[in-house]
Structure formats: structure tokens, C-alpha cells
């Protein structure tokens, strides 16, 4: 069984560019949920969809981010334009629901450089 | 708001020994209480899930325990090996969220 698929690994890239992020989740999870991680502040939710429809983006530190769920198995996380200050680790995690009772299933993230 | 913290941020321990990490939270109305554990570039594992309604949980070696009143959970892990060297991280649902904390960098040397 599959867990939760993220690409690209790692990514550097100049200020300015935009950036995508990607994630599978496992099959048959209706949860989907973007973390960072960075030494300064843990690992923080930006945005979480439940059946596809983001449900709380309060996460998401400014309009430079977006996020997409087109359907029950891609999500991308989007950063345009991007600056060294979003250089972090960005996980993806899916649950079989959104109770809070399951647990969450997390990829292996993707390590952004922003030069 | 729902704060998590784990103490100690790091523990260095020779193999063998039996040890307790700790994590506390500030708002006891919590459904349940997740420990995972991070390796090195990698993801996060989810090691135990402990419910409000339980007071302890185990899996082979790693025993977690809920104080909700004291807004308290411990993980023991007995007969630490070189292999449980890596981060471990407490969590707790706010809303449909999980709030971590920082995490205990664990070493165990040969």
C-alpha cells in the first residue's frame, strides 16, 4: 500500500520564481493536509481539504501561497513569487476522514531552497 | 490556543537504557494525543495514537500515557537501541488540526 507521495524531493530555485509543490494522497483518504517545517517554528498547518474543499487556509502565511485540490488524489501547493524566507520543508499528509480521531499519514516533504 | 511542548529539545542515552520523553499541553480538552517519530529527511511516522478515554497505549517497546487533567503525555521506550535515534513529536487535534510540538532529538549511542 502506497503512502503519501510528494515531489519533487528537493528544490532550489531563484527568488521569483514560482513553485510547485506536489502530493498523492494514500487511496481512500478523504484528508488532505500541507505542513511546514522549518527549525525556527515546528511544523505548522498551512491548509487542509476535506472531500477536496479547502477547509481552513488561515495556515497560509500571505497571498503568495496557493493551494489546489482538483481531485481525490493530486493536490499542489503553489508559491508565486517566491522568496528566501519560504525556504523550508514542506510536508503533505492524508486521513481516512477529517475526525480528528484518525491518524495522519505523512510523505517524505519536499526541501524548497530559495536562493 | 491549543500550545504544545516537549521536553527535553535533546537526549543523548547509551544503548540500553530505558528512557521518558515528555510532552505537555495547555488546553486538557483534547480528543486524542498522537507521538510520531522523524528520521533524518524523511517524513513523519505515527508511532502510537492515544485516546482521551485511555490512560496508556503500547507497542512493542514504546509505551505512551495521557494525563488529560495534567495536560501531560509521556513516551517510554525500553531498551533504547541505536536505531530509535531520531526526532520525536507529540501532537494534539485543535478542531480538525494537529498542533506539534518541537520535538526531543533523541541519540542513542552504542
Known amino acids: 500500500d502506497a503512502g503519501v507521495i510528494q515531489s519533487p524531493r528537493h528544490e532550489v530555485t531563484e527568488m521569483g520564481q514560482e513553485v510547485t509543490l506536489r502530493c498523492k494522497p494514500i487511496s481512500g483518504h478523504n484528508s488532505l493536509f500541507w505542513y511546514r517545517q522549518t527549525m525556527m517554528r515546528g511544523l505548522e498547518l498551512l491548509i487542509y481539504f476535506n472531500n477536496n474543499v479547502p477547509i481552513d487556509d488561515s495556515g497560509m502565511p500571505e497571498d503568495r501561497f496557493s493551494a489546489k485540490m482538483p481531485n481525490a488524489s493530486f493536490s499542489t501547493l503553489k508559491i508565486q513569487p517566491s522568496e528566501p524566507r519560504d525556504s523550508a520543508v514542506y510536508f503533505c499528509?492524508?486521513?481516512?476522514?477529517?475526525?480528528?480521531?484518525?491518524?495522519?499519514?505523512f510523505g517524505d516533504g519536499t526541501r524548497l531552497s530559495i536562493l | 490556543k491549543q500550545e504544545v511542548t516537549q521536553i527535553p529539545a535533546a537526549l543523548s542515552v547509551p544503548e540500553g537504557e530505558n528512557l521518558v520523553l515528555n510532552c505537555s499541553f495547555t488546553d486538557s480538552a483534547i480528543y486524542n494525543l498522537q507521538w510520531f517519530r522523524q528520521d533524518p529527511g524523511k517524513g513523519l511516522t505515527s508511532l502510537l495514537l492515544?485516546?482521551?478515554?485511555?490512560r496508556e497505549q503500547t507497542s512493542g517497546r514504546l509505551n505512551a500515557s495521557l494525563d488529560k487533567s495534567s495536560g501531560r503525555s509521556t513516551l517510554y521506550i525500553a531498551a533504547s537501541q541505536p536505531g530509535d535515534s531520531a526526532t520525536y513529536l507529540c501532537?494534539?487535534?485543535?478542531?480538525?488540526?494537529?498542533?506539534f510540538g518541537g520535538g526531543t532529538r533523541l541519540m542513542v549511542k552504542p
Open positions: 499528509a492524508s486521513s481516512r476522514t477529517g475526525d480528528s480521531n484518525q491518524p495522519q499519514h
Open positions: 492515544i485516546q482521551s478515554s485511555q
Open positions: 501532537a494534539v487535534p485543535w478542531g480538525n488540526m494537529l498542533t
